[in-house]
């Protein structure tokens, strides 16, 4: 019997909502690889064992996160937390996630009054809604997002040092991007919350002032796309697989330079 010790596997924690998971726009080939598989192609075409858990929920908000912390990192203890967090929060003036998540949700079951109601009913009722939002965002300064955008940053600064305490991971906080022209019409004041939400995610990894919790900027890789005339989220809110695939490069290169230091790895 071979008794050569195995490596240790990397563990790599994915968090966040429909960005995370999605391409823009959808259908496309096995090849269309949203960045959490791109990480895990390029560890494994380095000869590096890496087991992914991805635990991204379309529509997800980060307060959601504390309620699945000890499933998902106390027990899991991951190497590496990858928080993909706050562009949801900045979608909706007043509509709830709940909401939103009954009209988008992927899970809906079909059945002859449940499709009725859905399209006589749900949809007419939560595009009424959408235009009445689209006014409202007109008029709404952006100081009026104060209050959500410091509870989301306490928020998500609670999970960072919680999950710090289960054997010090590293943990990269990814920065925003702008949403696609498609959403311009309908959210004529998500640009401005973006920009808020992105200076709170700087904010909170200042605040937590540690070497292993780093803000990953997306911003030059959104410039070289937008540069060569190519929309990083043409369906308004999610990656294309390209993009994608420059974000996963990108996170592979922090993960491999820090893995290289890290004894319990033997890389």
Same mark, same amino acid.
């Given at each position: 019997?071979? !008794?050569?010790?195995? @490596?240790? @596997?990397?563990?790599?924690?994915?968090?966040? *909502?429909?960005?995370?998971?999605?391409?823009?726009?959808?259908?496309?080939?096995?090849?269309?690889?949203?960045?959490?598989?791109?990480?895990?192609?390029?560890?494994?075409? =380095?000869?590096?064992?890496?087991? %992914?858990?991805?635990?991204?929920? %379309?529509?997800?908000?980060?307060?959601?996160?504390?309620?699945?912390?000890?499933?998902?990192?106390?027990?899991?203890?991951?190497?590496?937390?990858?928080?993909?967090?706050?562009?949801?929060?900045?979608?909706?003036?007043?509509?709830?996630?709940?909401?939103?998540?009954?009209?988008? #949700?992927?899970?809906?079951?079909?059945?002859?009054? =449940?499709?009725?109601?859905? =399209? !006589?009913?749900?949809? %007419?009722?939560? #595009? /009424?809604?959408?235009?009445?939002?689209?006014?409202?965002?007109?008029?709404? @300064?952006?100081?009026?997002?104060?209050?959500?955008?410091?509870?989301?940053?306490?928020?998500?600064?609670?999970?960072? !040092?919680?999950?710090?305490?289960? *054997?010090? @991971? /590293?943990? /990269?906080?990814?920065?925003?991007?702008?949403?696609?022209?498609?959403?311009?019409?309908?959210?004529?004041?998500?640009?401005?919350?973006?920009?808020?939400?992105?200076?709170?995610?700087?904010?909170?990894?200042?605040?937590?002032?540690?070497? $292993?919790? =780093?803000?990953?900027?997306?911003? %030059?890789?959104?410039?070289?796309?937008?540069?060569?005339?190519?929309?990083?989220?043409?369906?308004?809110?999610?990656?294309?697989?390209?993009?994608? *695939?420059?974000?996963? $490069?990108?996170?592979?290169?922090?993960? /491999?330079?820090?893995?290289?230091?890290?004894?319990?790895?033997?890389?």
């Amino acid at each position: 019997m071979d !008794r050569t010790p195995l @490596p240790m @596997p990397l563990r790599i924690l994915f968090k966040g *909502a429909s960005t995370v998971i999605w391409t823009s726009f959808m259908k496309g080939p096995r090849t269309d690889l949203a960045y959490p598989r791109v990480v895990e192609r390029n560890l494994l075409r =380095r000869g590096l064992p890496v087991r %992914p858990e991805v635990r991204a929920v %379309p529509a997800e908000r980060a307060r959601m996160m504390l309620r699945t912390w000890e499933t998902e990192v106390s027990q899991l203890s991951p190497d590496v937390i990858v928080l993909h967090c706050g562009h949801m929060e900045t979608i909706h003036v007043f509509i709830p996630r709940w909401l939103e998540r009954h009209v988008r #949700g992927t899970a809906d079951r079909p059945g002859f009054f =449940r499709e009725r109601y859905r =399209r !006589r009913l749900l949809d %007419p009722a939560f #595009g /009424l809604l959408a235009k009445l939002q689209k006014q409202v965002d007109l008029r709404v @300064p952006t100081r009026y997002f104060d209050r959500r955008t410091r509870k989301f940053g306490a928020t998500l600064e609670r999970y960072v !040092r919680r999950s710090r305490t289960v *054997a010090s @991971p /590293l943990v /990269l906080v990814i920065g925003l991007v702008p949403h696609g022209s498609r959403w311009d019409t309908w959210f004529p004041g998500m640009a401005a919350r973006l920009e808020q939400m992105d200076a709170e995610l700087r904010a909170l990894v200042q605040r937590v002032d540690h070497p $292993d919790v =780093r803000y990953v900027d997306l911003m %030059p890789l959104y410039a070289e796309h937008a540069a060569r005339g190519e929309e990083a989220c043409p369906d308004g809110g999610h990656f294309t697989p390209q993009f994608h *695939a420059d974000v996963g $490069d990108l996170l592979t290169a922090e993960v /491999l330079a820090w893995g290289e230091q890290q004894t319990h790895l033997d890389w």
